[in-house]
């Protein structure tokens, strides 16, 4: 199971995020191939002369480097669109990808004046284009979860012919459910398969999906176990209006569910930069990457966090977390807070060297429970003064 990073592209579309430099860009891309991530979506070279000066840099650094990603660039259904890319394929060492995608949805055709025909026409030039110049590439089925499967499947069929070896499935709109991701990605595999019949091998069926409802990552884990081989996201969730699948939580899923090769213990550090590098802070309660995720001051939780550490790390991660914050090179954090009891105010006054007799565990609770946020250790030490009791 395969994880393309689209942070860079379709993450950068957010109308809030800032573009990072392109040394930032460099660094992004190394830190993303350590976590696993095996292709990059990295730009649309067609769209000014500077994006195509970029990409070139770009594939320059991952050949100088060395760095295990799969550069692949958007492309227009248009043979135009598509000839900066072969150009930085003929240019590089490795196989620079091409992707083009096509408006399928009724909608969108009906708003951009097109026919189901001109799209197949589109698909079919465009297609021909990068096989001529010898460039691989995949064909992005823009809107595919609102558009009819006979129609979709006669798509499928020229990207096919033409020799696609993606297609990637877009929920454009973040329009789907979880059955409804898994349902288009199967019909969209059975109609590639009867489209290579007799013609060569068939293409592999990547998932794109967006936020909008809520439902990314449940659509992309939905898409993965249908059969989907690759899901494209953006890291922090960026993107457009409520962003892409987020990369941390796919990582983490796969990790999880025994994929080899992801290296969850290098995706705080990533996140981080990432955040730095677009402007785009990570909320205190993010899934994995937050302040928040793997810290408690709930009376009952920390009373049974501090007796699962009998047990060991893994026992201790796992009792009040679906998810083991070791893998992610965290460590559960015992806080003092208004909902907290004795345990917590132990665990406190345990982390800054302090004693924990009765007198003193009262005082910390007292403190604690009169304020309305959780007790930093700078005020228990406060509260403690110099003599190590209460003052």
């Known amino acids: 199971m ?9 993450g950068l579309q957010g109308a809030f995020v800032r573009h990072p430099a392109l040394d930032e860009k460099k660094a992004l891309l190394e830190s993303s191939a350590a976590i696993g991530v095996q292709a990059a979506m990295l730009g649309f070279p067609s769209a000014s002369p500077g994006a195509r000066a970029e990409a070139g840099r770009l594939v320059e650094h991952l050949d100088r480097r060395g760095v295990p990603l799969v550069p692949r660039f958007l492309a227009l259904a248009d043979p135009a669109s598509i000839a900066p890319i072969t150009e930085l394929d003929r240019g590089s060492d490795r196989d620079v990808w091409a992707d083009f995608f096509v408006g399928c949805s009724p909608l ?7 026919t189901l025909d001109s799209v197949l026409d589109r698909i ?12 691989r590439f995949g064909v992005s089925l823009e809107d595919a979860t609102r558009t009819p499967p006979e129609e979709l499947a006669r798509m499928v069929d020229a990207a096919v012919g033409v020799g696609a070896e993606v297609l990637t499935v877009c929920d454009t709109v973040g329009e789907s459910t ?8 199967r019909a969209v595999r059975e109609a590639a398969r009867g489209a290579a019949a007799g013609r060569g091998p068939e293409p592999e069926i990547w998932w794109h999906g967006h936020d909008d409802r809520g ?14 081989d690759t899901i494209s996201g953006a890291f922090l969730g960026l993107g457009e209006r409520a ?13 999880q569910a025994g994929h080899p090769g992801y290296r969850p213990d290098r995706v705080l550090g990533h996140c981080r930069r990432l955040a730095e590098a677009t402007g785009m802070p990570v909320r205190p309660n993010a899934p994995l990457i937050g302040d ?18 009998r047990w060991g790390r893994e026992t201790e991660d796992l009792v009040f977390s679906s998810v083991p914050a070791a ?43 009169s304020r309305d946020r959780w007790l930093p250790p700078s005020e228990i030490r406060a509260l403690l003064g110099t003599g190590g009791a209460p003052a």
């Open 178 to 185: 979880p059955e409804g991701a898994a349902r288009v990605v």
């Open 292 to 309: 928040q995720a793997f810290a408690t001051c709930t009376g009952t939780h920390v009373a049974a966090l501090v007796k699962a550490r």
């Open 108 to 114: 969108r055709r009906r708003v951009e004046g097109w």
């Open 215 to 228: 439902f990314a990552l449940a659509n992309a884990i939905a898409a993965a176990e249908a059969g989907a």
């Open 2 to 10: 395969g994880i393309e990073d689209d942070s860079l592209r379709d």
């Open 327 to 369: 893998a992610l090179g965290r460590t559960q954090t015992i806080m003092v807070g208004p909902t907290s009891g004795r345990a917590a105010a132990r665990e406190a006054l345990a982390s800054i060297g302090a004693p924990a007799d009765e007198d003193t565990v009262e005082a910390v609770l007292a403190r604690a429970r």
């Open 124 to 135: 079919t030039s465009a297609g021909a284009a990068a096989r001529e110049a010898g460039t």
């Open 243 to 255: 962003g892409n699948t987020a990369l941390e939580l796919v990582v983490m899923y796969l990790y």
